[in-house]
């Protein structure tokens, strides 16, 4: 199994930027690729930012490309998602996960583990 727990969000104004972490424990050797999702209330959960086992492919959601940035720091299990000019359609709750092979990383059934979410609040 694989933890996931997300920080770093909060309420920001439009144009401002914050930084989401995401600390993985567990069997992180299985992971292949880590991604961030959100969540807007009433909407379904969509994909923001994928990244491969060893920092080589990123990907990233065309309303995010940008301004957006996904790294990792392996000797931290960590996962970090940098938003600069932030938007107020980029409010959501934001979420990380992580899945153990490749298949679709836009898809959010494809991954096999999941964070509770942080709340990030961009007012206009």
């Known amino acids: 199994q694989v933890q996931l727990v997300e920080s770093g969000g909060g309420l920001v104004q439009a144009g401002d930027s914050l930084r989401l972490s995401c600390a993985a424990s567990?069997?992180?050797?299985?992971?292949?690729?880590m991604g961030w999702f959100r969540q807007a209330p009433g909407q379904a959960r969509e994909f923001v930012a994928a990244?491969?086992?060893?920092?080589?492919?990123?990907y990233y959601a065309d309303s995010v490309k940008g301004r957006f940035t996904i790294s990792r720091d392996n000797a931290k299990n960590a996962l970090y998602l940098q938003m600069n000019s932030l938007k107020s359609e980029d409010t959501a709750v934001y979420y990380c996960?992580?899945?153990?092979?490749?298949?679709?990383?836009?898809?959010?059934?494809?991954?096999?583990?999941w964070g509770r979410g942080t709340q990030v609040t961009v007012s206009s």
């Open positions: 996960a992580a899945a153990r092979s490749l298949s679709d990383y836009a898809s959010p059934p494809r991954y096999d583990y």
């Open positions: 567990g069997r992180t050797f299985s992971i292949f690729v």
């Open positions: 990244l491969i086992r060893g920092g080589s492919r990123t």
